[in-house]
Structure formats: structure tokens, C-alpha cells
């Protein structure tokens, strides 16, 4: 079992509807995730991090986590083209002090 | 300024060479780390230094030998450069107790 499992998609949301991405991950002892957005060419740019159950949000995006089903999500409200990019959801695996990534996500907003 | 830069940006070589990879953080983090981003865009660690000392060696062939000359500064050298080293490589930096990481613009490795 993956680490970190993410669908690789690609998603495709029309602009200005919410964009859903999905992770799990396998160790249960995990308590810091984050959500990093790559733009084609470009490096991994930190969006969003969450540490307890719930929901986390900031302007456009909200992080939710359940620690019980071992899954993180991030939602983009309002989708703008601009939000076109690979989504990697990244873990860090407690003892291990490293942090995981999983596929990455392709998502493209349509005007 | 630019927080965790990476030199160079480019490097194109052929299978055999030896080749370096250098970088450095500016953000006084105490944890240094190499990625991998293979074709497919899946990003793997290979190597975390945490204050010049070797943290993490995940399973990396031994041609790929890193140096932290200071906690500033991770550098990675590969010998017998091969196709499959084909990538992007990219640094990362981080400080112990605030788990967010922050990375560098990133190295395309392209072996001939």
C-alpha cells in the first residue's frame, strides 16, 4: 500500500464550481498534512497545511481532515483558471520525519 | 530575495559524467532536503540533512553521494551519471518544529 494515495486524474471542473481532491494515507500515527500546488516548470508551492480534524479555511480553499478515515481533502471554491495545476497532497510519516507526496492531482479549470 | 535557490537551473550530460547539483537556504532552516520528480511528476525523497547531519538515506543508488558543508548548504553529487537519473531535482529546507517545507525552483537533469 501506497504511503500516500492520491487520483491522478485529470479533473476537469468548469470555472467558477468547487474543485474536490482526495487523499488518503496508511500511517495512522501521521499529524501533520499539507496540500502544495505545481504549476507545469515549476517548483511545489505550500497552499494549505492542517494538523487536527475538521475543516481549515483560507479565502478560496478549504483543507478538511479525518484522522479516523486517514483522509485529507482540499476544496477550491470559486474555480478560476488560474487554479489550473497538479495538486500534491504530502504527508509526514511520524518516526520517519519525512515528509511523504502522493501522485498528484491534474486539475484544469475550464473558462 | 530568493529563499532556497539551486544551481543550475539546466544541466544536460552525458551517461558516464560526474555532475553536482548545489543549494542553499537563506531562511536560517536547520533541515535540508533532495527530491526526486520523475517523468510521471511523483515527487520521492532521497536525502534529509538536519544541522550538517545525515537524517535520512532513503533507497538511493550509492553514485549519488550528498554533502552539507553547513546547514545552509546541501549539495548532491552524482557519479556515472545514468539515463534513469533522467529528472527533476529539487531542494527543500525546513526548520524542526514547524513542519512546513519550502522549495527550491528546481534541477532538470537530462542524461544523453
Known amino acids: 500500500q501506497k504511503e500516500v494515495e492520491q487520483n491522478s486524474g485529470p479533473l476537469s471542473v468548469p470555472e467558477g464550481a468547487i474543485a474536490s481532491l482526495n487523499c488518503t494515507y496508511s500511517?495512522?500515527?501521521?499529524?501533520?498534512f499539507f496540500w502544495y500546488r505545481q504549476y507545469s516548470g515549476k517548483s511545489p508551492e505550500l497552499i494549505m497545511s492542517?494538523?487536527?480534524?475538521g475543516d481549515k479555511e483560507d479565502g478560496r480553499f478549504t483543507a478538511q481532515l479525518n484522522k479516523a478515515s486517514q483522509y485529507v481533502s482540499l476544496l477550491i471554491r470559486d474555480s478560476q483558471p488560474s487554479d489550473s495545476a497538479t495538486y500534491l497532497c504530502a504527508v509526514v510519516i511520524q518516526g520517519a520525519q519525512k515528509l511523504v507526496f502522493g501522485q498528484g492531482t491534474r486539475l484544469t479549470i475550464n473558462p | 530575495d530568493t529563499a532556497v535557490s539551486q544551481t543550475p537551473k539546466y544541466l544536460v550530460t552525458q551517461m558516464g559524467n560526474d555532475k553536482s547539483i548545489k543549494c542553499e537556504q537563506n531562511l536560517g532552516h536547520d533541515t535540508m532536503y533532495w527530491y526526486k520528480q520523475d517523468s510521471k511528476k511523483f515527487l520521492k525523497i532521497m536525502f534529509s540533512y538536519n544541522n550538517k547531519e545525515l537524517i535520512i538515506n532513503e533507497t538511493v543508488p550509492n553514485r549519488f553521494s550528498p554533502k552539507s558543508p553547513d546547514k545552509a548548504h546541501l549539495n548532491l553529487h552524482i557519479n556515472s551519471l545514468e539515463l534513469g537519473d533522467s529528472a527533476v531535482y529539487f531542494c527543500?529546507?525546513?526548520?524542526?518544529?514547524?513542519?512546513?517545507?519550502?522549495f527550491g525552483s528546481g534541477t532538470r537533469l537530462t542524461v544523453v
Open positions: 492542517i494538523y487536527s480534524n
Open positions: 527543500a529546507s525546513s526548520q524542526t518544529g514547524d513542519r512546513g517545507y519550502t
Open positions: 500511517d495512522r500515527g501521521s499529524q501533520s
